[in-house]
Nanobody
Framework: QVQLAESGGGLVQPGGSLRLSCATS????????MGWFRQAPGKEREFVAG????????IYADSVKGRFTISRDNVKKTLYLQMNSLKPEDTAVYYC?????????????????WGQGTQVTVSS
């Protein structure tokens, strides 16, 4: 059974940092590109960052470029999102995501499997 389990969310002050983790199981992690999405209250879920299955390609939303870094550990089967210089507008539930099929090129539209999410709140 495919499982994506996010952790690391919490309350942080503006300008602070958090590192999200997504522990995975039930599939061959290193065969899939992976990503992070987020959903703020009253808004639709939006793409945040994606990382190719070989680790060689990345995509970031314009709103997080230069502040967030996506990475993966294929031995630990874990995806990460390092978030720096956090802003109140980064407040959202953050979801780990996997595409429906393995080995494809990184494609924002290809994601179809989601974790339960972890809450990130940026507030003073």
């Amino acid at each position: 059974q495919v499982q994506l389990a996010e952790s690391g969310g919490g309350l942080v002050q503006p300008g602070g940092s958090l590192r999200l983790s997504c522990a995975t199981s039930g599939f061959t992690f290193n065969f899939y590109y992976m990503g992070w999405f987020r959903q703020a209250p009253g808004k639709e879920r939006e793409f945040v960052a994606g990382l190719g299955w070989t680790g060689g390609s990345t995509i970031y939303a314009d709103s997080v470029k230069g502040r967030f870094t996506i990475s993966r550990d294929n031995v630990k089967k874990t995806l990460y999102l390092q978030m720096n210089s956090l802003k109140p507008e980064d407040t959202a539930v953050y979801y780990c995501a996997r595409p429906r099929s393995p080995r494809g090129a990184l494609d924002v539209a290809g994601f179809g499997v989601w974790g339960q999410g972890t809450q990130v709140t940026v507030s003073s």
